[in-house]
């Protein structure tokens, strides 16, 4: 039985949101109270990450794994066909996921897992360099974003306009990272997959990546 944690807020049709490799569902805490107006919004830790515990050892953390534990939970919210909201890894548990029921839409922000062959050299490069200084210089990187610039620095590659951030929200981030125990297994698992070519997805998909 899946039991992840997520944050419900709102009503209306529901919305599904999913984050990151080494985030939470807190990443999405700046947005939830205007989606809430309009939707009913749940925003779910992926299993290894946030509050929810890592999948069983036995059963290996790929995206598609991902997916059926997030299926799962919905199932016990009583959640049909619900929009779904995937950023990064996010967004490949998303299209993993829309194999498996019939949503509402698919919105796919910087989705991974639609390389050409395996994970880029850089992204896991840039996400274990990521892992190493949130675990490593903690306290440094907690004093750097109480500064805008800082805040810039530290997550302009992983989040939108990170001067917009808070400092408690960018450190929020960075502890999510720091301590989120599916972290390596998780990316190992994406290393040498890409998203692979199902039946159309009977839904409006929208795919949005920031241009550098």
Not at 114 to 137: E, M, V
Request: proline fraction near 8%; charge should be positive.
């Amino acid at each position: 039985m899946s039991q992840l944690a997520f944050t419900r807020r709102g009503r209306g049709a529901p919305i599904v949101l999913l984050h990151a490799l080494g985030s939470s569902r807190h990443s999405f805490d700046p947005i939830i109270p205007a989606l809430a107006m309009q939707f009913d919004v749940i925003a779910i830790d992926l299993p290894g990450f946030g509050d929810s515990k890592p999948l069983p050892a036995s059963v290996e953390p790929t995206p598609a794994a991902l997916a059926a534990a997030v299926a799962e939970q919905l199932d016990q919210l009583g959640v049909r066909s619900p929009h779904l909201v995937g950023n990064s890894l996010g967004g490949w548990v998303a299209l993993e996921l829309a194999a498996r029921c019939t949503p509402a839409s698919v919105t796919l922000l910087a989705p991974a897992g639609l390389w050409r062959r395996n994970t880029p050299l850089y992204d896991r490069a840039s996400l274990q360099a990521t892992r190493w200084l949130t675990r490593h210089a903690l306290r440094f990187l907690f004093r750097l974003v109480d500064f805008r610039l800082g805040r810039a620095l530290v997550l302009g590659q992983t989040h939108g306009r990170p001067m917009h951030m808070t400092p408690q929200q960018a450190r929020a981030a960075i502890r999510s990272m720091a301590t989120c125990p599916g972290f390596e297994a998780t990316l190992k698992a994406t290393v040498n997959r890409r998203l692979l070519a199902r039946a159309p997805i009977d839904a409006p998909v929208t795919v949005a990546f920031r241009l550098a």
